[in-house]
T-cell receptor
Framework: AQKVTQAQTEISVVEKEDVTLDCVYE???????LFWYKQPPSGELVFLIR??????QNEISGRYSWNFQKSTSSFNFTITASQVVDSAVYFC????????????FGAGTQVVVTP | GAVVSQHPSWVICKSGTSVKIECRSL??????MFWYRQFPKQSLMLMAT?????????EQGVEKDKFLINHASLTLSTLTVTSAHPEDSSFYIC????????FGPGTRLTVT
């Protein structure tokens, strides 16, 4: 069975602070995909990143960066110099290759950025 | 990027009535679509996989007679909540699979 754990329910930061969101996953699949989505108050999911289990390179995209560590089954997400517009719920998700498209979501982490 | 729409964006209905939610892939054909449900302050849970031209596959614990899914064309899947009750009030999100998965904007259902 697959499982995604986001232990942080809510994180509050002041603008310009960095914030790191933790994601730990469990799967028996040897090949799988990990995702991060942002869900602003409007409810629409915004795709942030997809990472293949064979690609452990960390990635940076603007103020966003991701740290994938297969050894600890973690796929953490950092927002650098946070802004008020970053306030949202962030979901980590997992999909096995045999069940491609069927996402197992974590519980989500609410990020609140105050000016 | 690819666009997936949902209609309606929100709906209020009385207990005991049925509600149909549409999910359309606007600029690509999707043989596979997914339906998720999200209760307030909770995560998204996969309800079912909708396959064009065949029966939907439901996740464990999801009543297939209550949540009817029809994927009659390559661009449209519908979810009908039959005999809705207040506990069915939720945010329903569909997604369409291409090389990537594209999510619709969601439909907020309130059953009074």
């Amino acid at each position: 069975a697959q499982k995604v754990t986001q232990a942080q329910t809510e994180i509050s930061v002041v603008e310009k602070e960095d914030v790191t969101l933790d994601c730990v996953y469990e799967t028996r699949d040897t090949t799988y995909y990990l995702f991060w989505y942002k869900q602003p108050p409007s409810g629409e999911l915004v795709f942030l990143i997809r990472r293949n289990s064979f690609d452990e390179q960390n990635e940076i995209s603007g103020r966003y960066s991701w740290n994938f560590q297969k050894s600890t089954s973690s796929f953490n997400f950092t927002i650098t110099a946070s802004q008020v517009v970053d306030s949202a719920v962030y979901f980590c998700a997992l999909s096995g290759t045999d069940s491609w498209g069927k996402l197992q979501f974590g519980a989500g982490t609410q990020v609140v950025v105050t000016p | 990027g690819a666009v997936v729409s949902q209609h309606p964006s929100w709906v209020i209905c009385k207990s005991g009535t049925s509600v149909k939610i549409e999910c359309r892939s606007l600029d690509f054909q999707a043989t596979t679509m997914f339906w998720y449900r999200q209760f307030p302050k909770q995560s998204l849970m996969l309800m079912a996989t909708s396959n064009e031209g065949s029966k939907a596959t439901y996740e464990q614990g999801v009543e297939k007679d209550k949540f009817l899914i029809n994927h009659a064309s390559l661009t449209l899947s519908t979810l009908t909540v039959t005999s809705a009750h207040p506990e069915d009030s939720s945010f329903y999100i569909c997604s369409a699979l291409r090389t990537e998965q594209y999510f619709g904007p969601g439909t907020r259902l309130t059953v009074t």
